[in-house]
C-alpha cells in the first residue's frame, strides 16, 4: 500500500487555489492513500468567525473542496484525508474528511481544541471513529489530539491500522511523541503538517513542517524539512499494524490493565 502526505502551505481563505495547489501536485502521481493538513482549503487564523463560517462546508461532501476532492479520489482510485473547516447545524468543526471515489467514508472532528481555536469552533462530539479503504482499518486524529494518547488509544483499540493526522503544527514537540503513539499502539501514523507562517486572533505563528510517517515499531520511515512543499509517499504493509507483539511474552493490547488505572 503507498501511503503519504502533502505538506504545503494553504493560501489563507482561499480554497479555490488550495484545491488547484493539490490537483496539479497530485496529478502525476499514483498512490493508494494521501493525508493533507489541518484545514488545508481555508488556512488556519481568523479574526472574524464570520469569515471561517462563509468557507466552510457541509460534511456531506456537496460542498466545491471535498466534492472537487472525491473526483481526485476517483481518478486516483485512492483515499484522501484532508482538514477543513465543516459547517453544521450545531456549529463550525475544525475537521478531516476521508473520501474515496464514491463519495465520504467518513468524517472526523477534532475533539481536542488547541488554544484560540476556542475563539472559531465548537469541540467534536463524534469520538474517534474508524473506517475502511481496501480492506485496510484507518483513523483519523487532528494536530494537538496527540498530546492526549486517548486519541491514538481510542483509534488502535478499534482496530485502526494506520491513523492519519492532519496538523497545522506550531511547536516542535510533537514529530517525537507520534513515534511513541505509534510504537504504544503498533500502528502507522501519517503526520501531514503545513508550513509558511499566519497573523491574525492577535497572533503571529510560523508552522513546524517535518510532516512524518512512523511505522508500528516506531520507526521514523521518511520525515520531510520544516519548510517547503513535500509531496511524499512510502511503500508499507499495513497488516504488519495487526501484530500486537512488544517481546515473546508480551502483547500490547491483551496486556493492559484497564482495571489499574484512572480514567
Ligand atoms: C494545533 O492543534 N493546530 C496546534
Same mark, same amino acid.
Given at each position: +500500500? ?16 488550495? @484545491?488547484d ?7 502525476d502521481?499514483?498512490?493508494d @492513500?494521501?493525508?493533507?493538513?489541518e ?5 488556519? @487564523?481568523?479574526?472574524?468567525?464570520r469569515?471561517l ?9 456537496s460542498?466545491?473542496?471535498?466534492s ?5 479520489? +476517483? ?26 471515489g464514491?463519495g ?11 488554544n %484560540? ?11 474517534f471513529?474508524?473506517f475502511?479503504?481496501n ?5 483519523m +486524529?487532528?494536530?494537538?489530539d ?28 510533537c514529530?517525537n511523541?507520534?513515534?511513541v503513539?505509534?510504537?504504544e499502539?503498533?500502528?502507522f501514523?501519517i ?10 486572533q ?8 517535518k ?10 520511515? %521518511?520525515?520531510?524539512?520544516e ?14 499494524a ?9 502483547d ?9 488505572? %484512572?480514567l
Amino acid at each position: +500500500m503507498k501511503i503519504g502526505f502533502f505538506q504545503f502551505q494553504p493560501r489563507h481563505g482561499d480554497p479555490a487555489a488550495n @484545491l488547484d495547489l493539490i490537483t496539479n501536485v497530485l496529478s502525476d502521481s499514483q498512490f493508494d @492513500l494521501v493525508v493533507l493538513p489541518e484545514l488545508a482549503s481555508t488556512g488556519y @487564523l481568523f479574526d472574524d468567525p464570520r469569515e471561517l463560517e462563509a468557507l466552510s462546508e457541509p460534511s456531506s461532501g456537496s460542498g466545491s473542496f471535498l466534492s472537487s476532492l472525491i473526483e481526485i479520489a +476517483m481518478r486516483h482510485r485512492a483515499c484522501i484525508v484532508s482538514g477543513f473547516s465543516e459547517r453544521a447545524p450545531e456549529g463550525v468543526f475544525n475537521s478531516a474528511a476521508a473520501l474515496d471515489g464514491n463519495g465520504v467514508l467518513c468524517v472526523y472532528r477534532k475533539v481536542h481544541l488547541f488554544n %484560540t481555536e476556542k475563539e472559531l469552533f465548537q469541540p467534536g462530539n463524534n469520538g474517534f471513529p474508524v473506517f475502511y479503504f481496501n480492506q485496510v482499518c484507518i483513523g483519523m +486524529m487532528i494536530c494537538f489530539d496527540w498530546v492526549f494518547p486517548e486519541s491514538a488509544r481510542s483509534l488502535a483499540l478499534k482496530g485502526a491500522q494506520i491513523i492519519c493526522h492532519p496538523a497545522n503544527l506550531v511547536l516542535p514537540l510533537c514529530q517525537n511523541a507520534m513515534v511513541v503513539r505509534s510504537l504504544e499502539n503498533a500502528v502507522f501514523s501519517i503526520t501531514a503538517n503545513r508550513v509558511g507562517s499566519e497573523t491574525g486572533q492577535g497572533l503571529s505563528l510560523r508552522f513546524t513542517g517535518k510532516s512524518q510517517i512512523i511505522s508500528p515499531k516506531g520507526e521514523v520511515l %521518511t520525515r520531510a524539512a520544516e519548510d517547503g512543499q513535500s509531496l511524499t509517499f512510502v511503500d508499507i504493509d499495513p497488516q504488519n499494524a495487526l501484530d500486537k507483539r512488544f517481546s515473546p511474552g508480551n502483547d500490547l493490547f491483551s496486556d493492559r490493565q484497564p482495571g489499574q488505572y %484512572t480514567l
